[in-house]
């Protein structure tokens, strides 16, 4: 295989996977668990539950998600936020960022398996076996396995030493697409950026990375109006999720809660 071909074949399967994981994210686990932006009969909500198992890189219960994203609206930017950078900075920064965001996750699958009910639970989805499914080591482990067999039968077909670390880079990247995600949003949209608004908290808007993460760095946007489908307020701004709804809402799919 020609080493042009071989970067653009790698790179074509992390853009897909990239947009894949991202709008499933935005769309699924974001603004309909987390906020109930819109509506979506049983069949529906089931279904996209299932995509989010088979399409996602990483898998995220919608219910933990859901859970641990309605915990850090209500406490951004202070201790009990399960992701927030504030006071953090460096590699060490980065590390505990991560690893608090992982423990509050699982803190989050705890407290959905236990069937906790408090004022962070309203109307989330409950997918049971999907969970299992998900969140089960053995499953997670053929995934990651099955990721990188991939990327290392497509590496055999080049001549050259170098194309088994540059498809291990990518298959990594690619495992690891849920994280990468939760750096861009958690991390960077709370520490650079501009503001539309003046809130009580250090998000940011990345208007350049808007079109990458499906309109999720117009972080700024979101945290004023966490209820609004469109993050984008200004021309520069994109939000093409907010076109995805528009449309399941017109062919019925979904229906917008507050139009």
């Known amino acids: ?24 994210q935005t769309f699924f686990h974001h ?6 932006q819109f509506t979506m009969s049983a069949g529906w909500e089931r279904f996209f539950g299932i995509m989010s198992l088979l399409l996602t890189s990483g898998y995220l219960s919608p219910r ?8 850090h609206h209500a406490f951004t930017d202070t201790p009990q936020d399960p992701h927030s950078p504030k006071g953090e900075s460096g590699i060490s920064g980065i590390i505990h960022f991560f690893w608090k965001t992982r423990n509050e996750y699982q ?3 705890v407290s959905c398996k236990r069937g906790d009910v408090t004022k962070f639970t309203k109307n989330l989805p409950q997918f049971n076996w999907v969970d299992k499914v998900g969140e089960n080591w053995v499953i997670r482990l053929f995934w990651i ?4 067999a991939t990327h290392l039968w497509i590496a055999w077909q080049v001549d050259g030493w170098w194309a088994i670390p540059t498809s291990i880079v990518f298959a990594l990247s690619n495992v690891g697409m849920a994280p990468i995600h939760g750096f861009i949003i958690n991390w960077l949209t709370h520490k650079y950026g501009y503001r539309n608004h003046d809130v009580d908290n250090t998000s940011t808007n990345l208007a350049w990375l808007s079109p990458a993460t499906w309109g999720e760095s117009l972080h700024n946007n979101h945290h004023k109006h966490p209820d609004s489908i469109n993050f984008a307020e200004r021309w520069f701004e994109i939000d093409q999720t907010s076109w995805v709804v528009k ?9 917008i809660a507050n139009p």
């Open 247 to 255: 449309l399941f809402n017109w062919i019925g799919i979904i229906k």
């Open 145 to 148: 396995t099955t990721w990188i």
């Open 1 to 24: 295989m020609n080493p042009i071909n071989f970067i653009l074949i790698l790179s074509a399967i992390m853009f897909v996977n990239w947009n894949i994981t991202f709008f499933i």
């Open 64 to 71: 933990a998600y859901g859970l641990l994203h309605r915990w």
């Open 31 to 36: 603004r309909y668990s987390a906020h109930g």
């Open 107 to 109: 803190r989050a699958v």
